[in-house]
């Protein structure tokens, strides 16, 4: 493939003026006024435009002010834009992220070279490498190699389909150049599931077979566990207000009839006009309320939590794909993690090469460098590993960076070892005719070559347990084949495994004269040696794991190396340091039944040799155990298990299939990143959880107040247009509010939350009914004190205007310091406060708003301007909820 010259800068701009580019065009997406269109219909929305029309017809009749009728239709109209708004906002910065994160580089030949090519720039006569776990990015045919491609995009059929050039013979029955059972044909969006070739590109953008489609390609999103709950929540309120406002209102003429006329319906009915206004009245009532308790802010909130928390992960390298996923992450309880670039850098270096030598007592001699080994062996290894690879290997690439690619960080750390970016391979008269691909199921490659002399050899690499198990010989310093004494065979295991503790990977090299088979070795291998990879822990590794555990997140190591290796590596980091903890080898897992795996599971730390049909098996036994499961993943065949987890974590070294099957791509590979993910889910639920519990304490006072004040003498000591503005505060300017709350250090101290655990906690109940039987009572208290209207004299006479703006403006002060009261569990108000700046912006607002509208509201919010002492009195009754809520606290820490 390195002959391969592809297109020249000078024909593929050419190229791209005569067929156009590989992109596609974008699919129409809902526009603003189709979100309004549908926000409109919201069962909130229609309720208050019913509101509205009552109260308009109620105007028309003298009953009620004109400015009422257009506070509801304000508070509709806000309630819908700032929606509307707020989601195409975030869907489109949504997008946006996501194509820039998530944007496709490909292996193109250009001039001479491999190079990584966006796949938006590929264009017709482009020769595009292909690998194992890579996406299609254009229709086109194969011109060498050979491949398994999965069309399930295009086809629903799940089993991969084998690819190869047309010269091969064709199918029976299979003429059409376009169709999809085209052997030699492969369609952009399909998915490489073993092999390599290289894919000549003929069709591009929107002429591909996908891109004709793609309109009619959508993605499912499910729903999250939070986002259910919060609909099913928003239900509950809405119905409880409806059923409020029909209690209320029935209260109130029960009161008028009964109570006031001593049950004589006839007294009563005798006064027509008392009737009508009676009527008039409690419709208004049951209007207020049914504007108070729907919660037309919660669905803006989630939008806007989401939204501002998805920019905070972008930069702590964490690509949020599906929202379920951060929503999620919050109630993860049992992590299944990678190592190699997880918990380990991901950058891996052959520091090594053990050869035998039958001189040493320990049987084998160690080379640091290349250049260190006798010329012969040096040059058996380097035709082993240069000859037996996935890589495309260029030495004279301008781009350092481009010199080796393709392949996985084995094997680049292996040619790296032999020099293959720096050193030119002289390859002449050698021929490959046949290659296994290496597999996590095989653990081994192999190719199969005939020599310039005519003979020919196959060249094996893989685990050194299995490759040492079927070697007879080896090649001593001269390259010779000498046999391999059973003690030196023992002794290599010994000094193996010793090695793997030290925490290396071991890969062993070897040759045979037999041709190896896709299921297995020959038992004739002569042994070459074996190289020593090292892959330095992440320094934030143990730390991070640390963390995870402090949370409550079992988390359990899964590996493609061998057992000591992994254990060792685990120990280092902390993660097997119990007497109880397991480690199992796949071939064990295997071994035990499920019901005898879900026993260990608990206990379970390490899964050496892990192949991914274990990831699937895991996942599948660990939610049948009612556990919210995460997988890492970066391989094709981890899809599975990625697609099946609760949380699909893919890598972002990893392959386009398991970024895709993922809800979340951990850009840097770094489980620090997982962890921040799970910590920013738990402050999202977190904020969510302050939000419902202000809203619903300004709903339980305002339903109490509309209840109670008939019965205790006044009516309607908010008016409409007061209350939308209360609704105001505490729909939209709360949701932004408590949208930035910092992801705190002691959520990641708490247990994960369980998957069938309510949304509104006891905790939350006690701060709820407290508050807002509290701010119901002051209330009356001051209705229905002497002692209150004293305080608002004017010129030693009372003023029924001043009272009632002062109680106005003390209701709003009081639920806009209950939000400090929210905000925080303990009892120090003002903890982290700072880096939330939009809520000391919102509740600062609100004191200022408050205060301009009494002095400038008049006749439409009922209101005149105050004292300088009168706005003390109220300062200090409203900041009473404090003290308060500090008690309350203080009783509930106790009460643990």
């Not at 069962?43 to 004109?66: C, D, K, N, R």
């Not at 806000?78 to 992220?97: C, D, R």
């Not at 290496?438 to 081994?444: D, L, P």
Request: charged fraction near 25%.
């Amino acid at each position: 493939m390195i002959s391969v010259k592809g297109l020249t800068e000078q024909e593929v701009e050419k190229s791209r003026q005569l067929h156009g580019t590989n992109q596609l065009t974008a699919q129409e997406a809902d526009t603003f006024w189709d979100k309004l269109k549908d926000n409109l219909k919201d069962p909130m929305i229609v309720i208050l435009m019913v509101a509205l029309v009552i109260v308009v017809v109620l105007a028309v009749f003298g009953f009620t002010e004109w400015y009422e009728g257009v506070g509801i239709a304000a508070a509709v109209a806000l309630a819908t834009l700032v929606a509307t708004a707020s989601e195409f906002k975030n869907e489109q910065t949504f997008q946006k992220l996501q194509e820039e994160a998530s944007k496709i580089f490909l292996n193109v030949f250009r001039g001479g070279f491999l190079t990584v090519v966006p796949i938006d720039d590929i264009v017709v006569g482009d020769k595009v490498f292909l690998q194992p776990g890579d996406k299609i990015p254009a229709d086109g045919k194969i011109s060498e190699g050979k491949l398994k491609v999965n069309q399930a995009m295009l086809t629903g059929e799940p089993e991969a389909v084998t690819k190869r050039p047309e010269t091969y013979p064709k199918i029976s029955g299979v003429s059409d150049d376009t169709s999809l059972d085209n052997p030699g044909k492969l369609y952009r969006g399909t998915i490489v599931e073993d092999g390599e070739a290289i894919l000549e590109v003929e069709s591009v953008g929107d002429k591909t077979h996908f891109g004709k489609l793609a309109a009619d390609l959508t993605v499912e999103e499910r729903p999250g566990p939070l986002r259910v709950k919060l609909a099913n929540l928003a239900d509950g309120i809405a119905k409880f207000g409806y059923i409020g406002a029909t209690f209320i209102a029935l209260s109130f003429m029960f009161k008028v009839i009964y109570l006031d006329h001593a049950g004589s319906l006839g007294l009563y009915f005798s006064n027509f006009g008392q009737v009508i206004t009676d009527i008039v009245t409690a419709l208004i009532l049951a209007v207020i309320i049914i504007v108070v308790a729907v919660p037309e802010g919660l669905p803006m909130m989630i939008a806007i939590v989401l939204a501002q928390n998805m920019r905070k992960l972008l930069k702590s390298n964490v690509l949020v794909r599906q929202l379920l996923g951060i929503e999620t992450s919050g109630s993860l309880n049992l992590l299944f993690s990678d190592k190699t670039g997880t918990i380990t850098r991901g950058q891996l270096e052959a520091v090594g090469f053990l050869g035998v030598d039958e001189g040493q007592e320990s049987k084998f001699k160690s080379y640091g460098t290349l250049d260190e080994m006798p010329g012969p062996l040096g040059g058996l290894l380097r035709l082993s590993y240069l000859k037996n690879t996935s890589c495309v290997v260029n030495p004279e690439a301008p781009k350092e960076n481009e010199r080796i690619l393709g392949g996985n960080t084995t094997e680049r750390a292996l040619l790296k070892f032999v020099k293959a970016d720096s050193r030119p391979f002289d390859g002449k008269g050698i021929t490959t005719t046949s290659e296994i691909m290496f597999s996590s199921a095989r653990k081994f490659s192999s190719a199969c070559l005939d020599m310039a002399d005519g003979k020919g050899v196959t060249i094996v690499k893989g685990a050194s347990e299995k490759i040492l198990e079927k070697c007879t010989s080896y090649h001593d310093e001269k390259g010779e084949i000498k046999p391999l004494p059973a003690e030196t065979k023992r002794l290599l295991g010994e000094e193996m495994d010793r090695k793997a503790e030290d925490g290396f990977r071991i890969i062993a090299a070897a040759t045979t004269e037999s041709a190896c088979m896709e299921e297995g070795l020959p038992d004739d291998l002569a042994l070459v040696g074996f190289s020593l990879i090292r892959d330095e822990i992440r320094d934030d590794a143990a730390p991070a794991i640390e963390t995870l555990k402090g949370a409550g997140i079992h988390v359990v190591m899964l590996t493609g190396d061998r057992h000591g290796t992994a254990m060792a590596i685990a120990k280092e980091i902390g993660l097997m340091d119990g007497e109880r903890d397991i480690a199992l080898e796949s071939s064990e897992m295997a071994a035990l039944s499920d019901g005898e795996l879900k026993k260990r599971l608990p206990d379970l730390k390490v899964v050496s040799r892990c192949l991914p049909q274990d990831k699937s098996r895991l996942v599948r036994l660990a939610q049948e155990m009612g556990l919210v499961v995460g997988m890492t993943g970066d391989g094709v065949n981890d899809s599975p298990a990625l697609s099946s987890a609760d949380i699909g974590f893919g890598l972002g070294s990893g392959t386009e299939v398991a970024k895709e099957a993922s809800d979340i791509v951990v850009l840097d590979d770094n489980i620090l990143s997982i962890s921040n993910a799970v910590h920013y889910g738990r402050s999202i639920y977190r904020s969510i959880q302050k939000f419902i519990t202000f809203q619903l304490t300004v709903n339980v006072s305002a339903i109490l107040i509309a209840f109670l004040g008939p019965f205790l003498g006044f009516e309607l000591p908010l008016t409409m247009i007061q209350l939308l503005w209360v609704n105001l505060i505490m729909d939209t300017l709360a949701a932004l509010a408590f949208s930035g709350e910092p992801p705190l250090e002691k959520h990641m101290k708490e247990q994960p939350k369980d998957r069938d655990e309510k949304l509104i906690t006891k905790q939350m109940w006690s701060s709820i009914l407290c508050n807002g039987i509290f701010i119901a009572l002051l209330s009356v208290f001051f209705l229905k004190s002497d002692f209150v209207r004293e305080l608002f004299q004017r010129d030693g006479q009372f003023s029924q205007e001043v009272f009632l703006t002062a109680f106005f403006a003390m209701f709003v002060f009081l639920n806009n310091f209950n939000k400090f009261n929210v905000r925080v569990e303990e009892l120090n108000l003002f903890d982290h406060i700072l880096e939330n700046k939009g809520f000391i912006n919102v509740v600062a607002l609100i004191f200022i708003i408050q205060i301009v509208i009494t002095y400038v509201g008049g006749e439409m919010f009922r209101t005149v301007g105050l004292t300088f002492t009168e706005w003390i009195y109220v300062l200090i009754l409203s900041i009473l909820i404090i003290p308060v809520d500090l008690m309350r606290k203080k009783f509930f820490a106790g009460q643990k």
